[in-house]
C-alpha cells in the first residue's frame, strides 16, 4: 500500500486503498479499514486497526492504515510510531519507508524524514511518494530548489500525480527564481490535465435566473478554525444582509476549534463535508442550489478544486486562501483589488477574470484576545530591532539577502526572526547573512509559539521586514494591529503584492518598496526617526479602526454588490462584461468594484 493512497486529494481521486494480496492473515479486518479510510470517516479506521494490531501484531498492512488513518486525524507522533512498525516488519518496503518519513515531517522531524526517504529511494530511486515526501522534508530546511527538482523528477515518472503537482504550483509562488508567467503556465497545464476534462462533463444549471432575488452564496474551505482564512471571512459572514444573501458554509478540513462553532452561528447554513468525496461534494451543493460557489483556499491543504470542476454552481470564484491563479476553466473570477493584481500585468496571468473591489480585497478582524499594544523597546537612532514573522517557508536566498542589505545599511541594528519550525531551519538563515558579512550575533532566532506569546513578540520590535517574493498575508496585518509598521517589496501580481494591498489599505502607502534599493532606503529612514516610529506605533491601531481594513459593513455590502452583478451576467448573458456596470469619473462602477481588466491607476491609485 501506497500513503498516496491515504494522504491529501490524491486520496478523493484514486478509488481508495490499493487491494491488499490474498491469503494475508487478517485481510477481512484490512479491508473494512480500508474502506473506511476511503469513505474518509478516519476515526472508525484508526480504532478498527487499534483493536485489529493487538491480535495481529505483525501485519504490516494493519499499521499503514492505521497510520494514514492517525495522520488525517491529525496525530503525526502516533502515525509515525506506526509506520515505524509497519517499516520494520517490511524493511524491503519503499511505500512503508516513505509514509514513515511523512509522518515524521507532520511532526516536525524534517531531518528524520529525509533519512527515511532515503531509505525508500535506496530501494526504489524512481519512488514517486518518497520523492514527493523528500520535497516536502526539504521545506522547512530552507531547501526550496532541491524540494522543486524532487516533485519534478516525481512529474516526470508520474505525470497523472495530482498531490505531486499541486505542491509543486504551492512551492512555485514562494521561488524567487519562478517567473510569473512561467507559474502561471504550470497552473494552466493542472488544470487541463486534473480539472479542464471534469468541466467538460458538467451538466446545465436550472438555478432561477431572477436577477434580484436572494442569492445562495456557498463558501468553501478546510481552514474554519483559527486560522489566517477566518480572520477574513468572519466579519463577512457576520455582516451578510439576510435580504441579499443566504450563506452555505462547507468545511472540508478536520480541525474544529472555538472559532469554527463561531462560524457556524454566523452562517445560515453549515456543512460538515470533509468525509465527502469531490463527486459527492459537487453533487450536494448542486441539490442545495447555490448560485455563487466560492473557493477560500486554491492550492492549499483541504481544497475541494475538483468539485469546483465540476462546476456545480453557475458563478464559481476564488478568493483569499491562494492569492493566484487557479489555471481552471471552471472558475470564472478570482476577488481581488487594482493594487493586488495591477491591470494588464495581473490580467495576463489569470485564467480566471479578475474581479476587482474598488479599495480592497481583504476585511480583517482582529484577534479578540490581542494584548494592548505595548511601548516601543528602547531605541536610539539607527539601533532599532527589526522584526521578520512570515511563514519559514516564505522565505529564501533573495529575501534574506535584502534583509541583510538592511541591516548593513545600519551597522548597529538588529534583526529577530520567528516561526522557524524545527531548529535546523536557522541554519540556512545565519548561513546566508554570514555570506553577506552580517554577524550572526546580530540576528535572534525563535521557533513557533502559541499565539499569545506570537502576539506579545511584536512588543520587541520597531519595524517588520516582509517576505519577498511571497508577501505576509495575516501576519502584515497582525503586525499593525499590535503598532508595528510593516516594509514591503512589491512584486508583479497577487501574492508578490499583498503587502502593497494591506499597507494601502492601512494608509502606510509610503512603505511600500517597489524595488530593493527602496526598500532598503524606507527600513533606513524608519530606523533613523525613533521619536516618529514611537508617534506611529501610538496610533497604528485607532488608524487601522477607520482604515477600509477593517470596515466590515462597508466591505460586505460592495462584497454582495459584486455578488449581485456577476449574477445578473450569468442571468442574462448578452449584457456581456456591462453587467459589470459601467465606468464613472472616479475610475468606479457605480457598483462600487471594477471589472477585470480595468482597474484605474497604478499600484498606488
Known amino acids: 500500500m501506497r500513503l498516496k493512497h491515504f494522504l491529501g486529494r490524491a486520496s478523493r481521486t484514486s478509488g481508495g486503498a490499493a487491494a491488499v494480496a490474498s491469503g494475508l492473515p487478517g485481510e477481512p479486518l484490512i479491508a473494512a479499514a480500508q474502506r473506511l479510510y476511503a469513505e474518509r470517516d478516519f476515526a472508525r479506521a484508526a480504532a478498527l486497526c487499534q483493536a485489529a494490531v493487538a491480535d495481529a501484531p505483525d501485519v504490516a498492512a494493519l499499521w499503514q492504515v492505521l497510520g494514514a488513518s492517525l495522520l488525517r486525524l491529525g496525530d503525526a507522533g502516533a502515525a509515525s510510531e ?43 530511486p524512481q519512488h514517486v511518494p518518497a520523492l514527493h515526501n523528500f520535497a516536502l522534508a526539504l521545506q522547512p530546511l530552507g531547501r526550496m530548489s532541491e524540494a522543486i527538482d524532487l516533485l519534478r523528477r516525481a512529474l516526470g515518472v508520474q505525470p497523472g500525480s495530482l498531490a505531486v503537482h499541486s505542491s509543486l504550483l504551492f512551492m ?47 463558501y468553501v ?68 442550489g447555490i448560485d455563487i460557489l466560492v473557493d477560500l483556499s486554491g492550492h492549499t491543504r483541504d481544497n475541494r478544486l475538483l468539485a469546483f470542476a465540476r462546476k456545480p454552481a453557475p458563478v464559481q470564484l476564488t478568493w483569499l486562501g491562494y492569492l493566484n491563479t487557479t489555471g481552471m476553466r471552471a472558475i ?23 474581479l476587482r473591489l474598488s479599495r480592497c480585497q481583504w476585511c480583517y478582524a482582529p484577534p479578540a484576545d ?51 519550525p524545527v531548529a535546523e531551519s536557522g541554519d540556512f538563515i545565519l548561513d546566508i547573512f554570514e555570506r553577506h558579512a552580517i554577524d550572526p550575533g546580530r540576528v535572534s532566532l525563535t521557533g513557533t509559539l502559541d499565539f499569545d506569546a506570537y502576539l506579545r ?17 495575516t501576519t502584515t496585518c497582525e503586525s499593525l494591529w499590535m503598532g508595528v509598521p510593516v516594509v514591503s517589496r512589491a512584486g508583479v501580481a497577487g501574492a508578490q503584492r499583498s503587502g502593497a494591498s494591506l499597507l494601502a489599505a492601512a494608509g502606510l502607502q509610503r512603505l511600500v518598496a517597489e524595488d530593493d534599493e527602496q526598500f532598503v532606503a524606507i527600513a533606513v529612514a524608519l530606523a533613523s526617526d525613533v521619536f516618529a516610529l514611537a508617534r506611529l506605533r ?46 464613472t469619473p472616479d475610475g468606479r462602477t457605480p457598483d462600487g468594484f471594477t471589472p477585470g481588466g480595468q482597474a484605474p491607476g497604478g499600484p498606488n491609485a
Open 457 to 473: 513578540a511584536y512588543a520587541n520590535v520597531h519595524v517588520v521586514l516582509d517576505s519577498l517574493p511571497c508577501n505576509g498575508g
Open 538 to 583: 501610538g496610533g497604528l491601531r485607532q488608524d487601522l479602526l477607520r482604515s477600509p481594513l477593517l470596515d466590515a459593513s462597508g466591505f460586505t455590502r460592495e462584497l454582495e454588490r459584486a455578488y449581485r452583478s456577476v449574477w445578473q451576467r450569468w442571468c442574462d448573458p448578452s449584457r456581456g462584461g456591462g453587467a459589470c456596470g459601467d465606468w
Open 82 to 124: 506506526a509506520f515505524m512498525r509497519a517499516a520494520t516488519l517490511q524493511p524491503e518496503s519503499p511505500d512503508a519507508h516513505s509514509n514513515h518519513g511523512e509522518a515524521l515531517r507532520q511532526a516536525g522531524r524534517p531531518d528524520h524524514a529525509i533519512e527515511a526517504c532515503e531509505r525508500a529511494l535506496a530501494l526504489q
Open 370 to 420: 490581542a494584548p494592548p499594544v505595548a511601548p516601543a523597546p528602547p531605541a536610539r537612532q539607527g539601533a532599532v530591532v527589526f522584526g521578520a514573522f512570515s511563514q519559514f517557508n516564505k522565505l529564501n536566498p533573495r529575501c534574506i539577502t535584502l534583509w541583510a542589505k538592511v541591516l548593513a545599511a545600519l551597522p548597529a541594528s538588529r534583526l529577530n526572526v520567528h516561526g522557524l
Open 172 to 218: 512555485l509562488n514562494r521561488d524567487a527564481q519562478a517567473a510569473p508567467d512561467a507559474i502561471a503556465r504550470e497552473h494552466r497545464q493542472w488544470a487541463a490535465r486534473f480539472a479542464d476534462p471534469l468541466t467538460d462533463l458538467a451538466e446545465p444549471h436550472a438555478n432561477d435566473r431572477n436577477p434580484g432575488r436572494v442569492l445562495r452564496i456557498g
Open 332 to 354: 470564472d473570477y478570482r476577488l481581488t483589488d487594482c493594487i493586488a493584481d495591477p491591470r494588464g500585468a495581473a490580467d495576463a496571468l489569470h485564467r480566471e477574470q479578475l
Open 221 to 288: 474551505s478546510g481552514d474554519f478554525f483559527r486560522h489566517a482564512v477566518s480572520y477574513f471571512i468572519e466579519p463577512v459572514l457576520a455582516m451578510h444582509d439576510p435580504a441579499a444573501v443566504e450563506s452555505h458554509c462547507y468545511h472540508t478540513g478536520g480541525v474544529r476549534d472555538e472559532v469554527t462553532a463561531r462560524l457556524r452561528g454566523m452562517t445560515g447554513h453549515w456543512h460538515d463535508v470533509a468525509q465527502l468525496s469531490d463527486e459527492a461534494l459537487a453533487a450536494a451543493i448542486r441539490r442545495d
